[in-house]
């Protein structure tokens, strides 16, 4: 059934874990994390990123993910990942999602407040909750590789339980050592900082930039305060990965709904175990 981030996040809290929200640019994914999601029994999010309009437009893939989320048997939020401008996440909302982020972190901070304040304004019409932005999440090619470098782009706990006030956002994405795509070496995570941000706002706190931290690292995020992790290009190489499994193993003409198949089920049995690490189980 579709279901709102909010009590998504608050149901992660009470049972001391965080939701996966798995980025689905096809239909074979959307399947792979519902259907792991009914397995582990445990709520999920799906997310649809406005760069990955390219991949695939909110308009055909949106509607195919309310529809999926609506016959699933555990709550499925549908949700709208780094969204930039706000006629883009009002589409999301027309189009049923139940949450959206605002991304503004590349703006100056009072651009960035004003803008999710309409944000959050505009969601609540539809009675949906809104993800926001402070500090940097980098890409790992995008910064400086020094450590000092980084840390100016982490969240502040006072910037934040001011933009939290201001904003009357429902979740934070905050930056505190994860970088978004593939890491060239194992990320640092101030788990201090989680910590503070955490007191200091109030809110559930979501970790961006998700594959490639160790499964310790995850879980020592979620004993901070992490409620949501984004988690998308290690599911993705998963589903590579079986694709060349499966081609190497069946030589000859291959149909591409065999390869699809291969594909789907790579990605699912990834997330199963990532849904294993983010309810806090050591496998
Ligand atoms: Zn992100």
Redesign the pocket.
């Known amino acids: 059934m579709i279901a709102g981030l909010t009590e998504i996040l608050e149901d992660a809290k009470r049972n001391r874990r965080a939701a996966g929200a798995f980025n689905t640019v096809s239909l074979e994914s959307i399947d792979a994390v519902i259907s792991a999601a009914e397995q582990k029994n445990v709520p999920v999010i799906i997310q649809h990123?406005q760069l990955h309009e390219p991949v695939i437009p909110l308009d055909v893939i949106g509607p195919c993910m309310t529809a999926a989320a609506a016959l699933a048997a555990v709550p499925v939020c549908v949700h709208l990942?780094?969204g930039s401008d706000l006629d883009y996440l009002k589409h999301a909302l027309e189009l049923g999602f139940t949450s959206v982020?605002y991304?503004g972190s590349d703006l100056g901070y009072e651009t960035n407040v004003a803008n999710t304040q309409a944000c959050v304004e505009m969601a609540r019409c539809y009675g949906a909750d809104v993800e926001a932005?402070l500090g940097r999440?980098l890409r790992p090619d995008a910064g400086s590789d020094s450590e000092n470098d980084e840390k100016s782009f982490y969240t502040r706990p006072d910037e934040a339980r001011d933009f939290v006030q201001r904003t009357g956002i429902d979740a934070l994405?905050a930056a505190f050592g994860t970088a978004?795509g593939i890491y060239k070496t194992q990320p640092h995570l101030d788990f201090e900082r989680i910590t503070q941000i955490c007191e200091a706002t109030g809110v559930p706190l979501?970790m961006?930039?998700g594959s490639g931290v160790s499964d310790d690292g995850f879980r020592a995020a979620i004993a901070a305060g992490v409620r949501k992790i984004?988690y998308?290009t290690y599911m993705s190489l998963a589903g590579t990965d079986a694709a060349r499994e499966y081609l190497d193993a069946n030589p000859g003409q291959i149909g591409y709904e065999n390869v699809s198949a291969a594909v789907r089920d790579g990605m699912f049995r990834h997330v199963l175990h990532a849904l294993d690490v983010f309810s806090g189980k050591t496998v």
């Open positions: 990123a990942d780094h982020m991304d932005e999440v994405a978004h979501v961006h930039g984004n998308f």
